[in-house]
């Protein structure tokens, strides 16, 4: 059985900051790209950004030069460093990792998500 815990989200002023953290627990051979997606009522799901095992990074348009992923590989944690944050950056915020986990195939596992709200 593997856990994504998301932890951080909150309420916050518009320009403000928030880091968002996020450990992928059980019996985790080897963890392949981590990153975060988004989902705004009423929205479709958006693929915020992406780590790869090597650090290769990769962000939407709408928060590059705002938000930094960043990993803990020995952790098994990924991070979401959000600044300048806007109202449109209103959403609940889902991690993700590509794992290979005892005994199943390779596959993509999601936490539950935390509520980011950031007003006007």
């Known amino acids: 059985q593997v856990q994504l815990v998301e932890s951080g989200g909150g309420l916050v002023q518009s320009g403000g900051s928030l880091r968002l953290s996020c450990t992928a627990s059980?019996?985790?051979?080897?963890?392949?790209?981590m990153g975060w997606s988004r989902q705004a009522p009423g929205k479709a799901r958006e693929l915020v950004a992406t780590?790869?095992?090597?650090?290769?990074?990769n962000y939407a348009d709408s928060v590059k030069d705002r938000f930094t992923i960043s990993r803990d590989k020995a952790k098994n944690t990924v991070y979401l460093e959000m600044t300048s944050l806007k109202p449109e950056d209103t959403a609940v915020y889902y991690c993700?990792?590509?794992?290979?986990?005892?005994?199943?195939?390779?596959?993509?596992?999601w936490g539950q998500g935390t509520q980011v709200t950031v007003s006007s």
């Open positions: 780590i790869t095992s090597g650090g290769s990074t």
């Open positions: 993700y990792a590509d794992l290979l986990v005892v005994p199943y195939p390779r596959n993509f596992y």
């Open positions: 059980g019996s985790i051979l080897r963890s392949y790209a």
